[in-house]
Nanobody, 119 residues
Framework: QVQLVESGGGLVQAGGSLRLSCAAS????????MGWYRQAPGKQRELVAA???????NHADSVKGRFTIFRNKAKNTVYLQMNSLKPEDTAVYYC?????????????WGQGTQVTVSS
């Protein structure tokens, strides 16, 4: 059974930094795209950043220049380095990955990690 386990969330002051990690485990043949989404109270879940198997990245306009997504394919892990955090970055952050496993290719989600930025 495939699992995505996130870590690294917490409480930080505005202007601070956090690094989120998401490790995939289980009977994995390969991982295609991986990404981070977030959902603030009363708002829809939105894409924050994504990275393809080949390393091409895409960041939401609201985080460009502040957040960086990167991955370690050998460890089946994706990271989100978040700098210059703002109160509006406060949300639950979810890891997502498209994984080829048994019985096929599926989309998987982590359990979410809370990020709170105080002003």
């Amino acid at each position: 059974q495939v699992q995505l386990v996130e870590s690294g969330g917490g409480l930080v002051q505005a202007g601070g930094s956090l690094r989120l990690s998401c490790a995939a485990s289980g009977s994995i043949f390969s991982i295609n795209a991986m990404g981070w989404y977030r959902q603030a109270p009363g708002k829809q879940r939105e894409l924050v950043a994504a990275i393809t198997r080949g390393g091409t990245t895409n960041h939401a306009d609201s985080v460009k220049g502040r957040f960086t997504i990167f991955r370690n394919k050998a460890k089946n892990t994706v990271y989100l380095q978040m700098n210059s955090l703002k109160p509006e970055d406060t949300a639950v952050y979810y890891c997502n990955a498209e994984i080829r496993a048994i019985p096929g290719i599926n989309d998987y989600w982590g359990q979410g990690t809370q990020v709170t930025v105080s002003s």
